[in-house]
């Protein structure tokens, strides 16, 4: 399981994650598969990573990594894009509700608040919100 640690300074921010990939095997144990996995990706304008099902999270990683976006709706576009993917091609798994519960997303941009530049920190997690980012 990914762990994610999210510090927000102020003006910096600082975002780390662990570096395991894990399979869930059909009895629903896990077993490491890779300690060097680079899980926290570059866009224009900050960083993205995530937690869950390396397919979901990689289709939104993709788009974004090293190219810049205008607001972070359209971040959450891709995710629940993603999702909705996802749904529809394991629309018969008796695992598809539990991967789409274990799947977040968290992602950095610049902003500007009172005349001041600052680092903003948004996420999605469906526990806290099925169509929007906290």
């Known amino acids: 399981m990914t762990c994610i640690l999210v510090a927000h300074l102020g003006e910096h921010v600082i975002l780390a994650a662990d570096k395991r990939a894990v399979q869930i095997n059909p009895d629903r144990s896990r077993a490491a598969l890779n300690d060097e996995v680079e899980k ?3 866009t224009g304008v900050g960083v993205i990573t995530g937690a869950g099902i390396v397919e979901m999270l990689d289709e939104v990683k993709s788009k974004f990594g090293g190219k810049n976006f205008n607001d972070s709706g359209e971040v959450l576009e891709s995710i629940l894009e993603a999702r909705k993917d996802y749904s529809e091609r394991y629309s018969g798994s008796s ?6 519960r274990e799947t977040s997303w968290v992602f950095t941009y610049p ?22 980012l906290v």
């Open 40 to 42: 926290i990706v570059e």
């Open 95 to 100: 695992r598809l509700d539990e991967d789409l």
């Open 111 to 132: 902003a500007t608040e009172q005349g001041k530049e600052v680092t903003r920190v948004r996420f999605y997690h469906q526990s806290v919100s099925a169509d929007s």
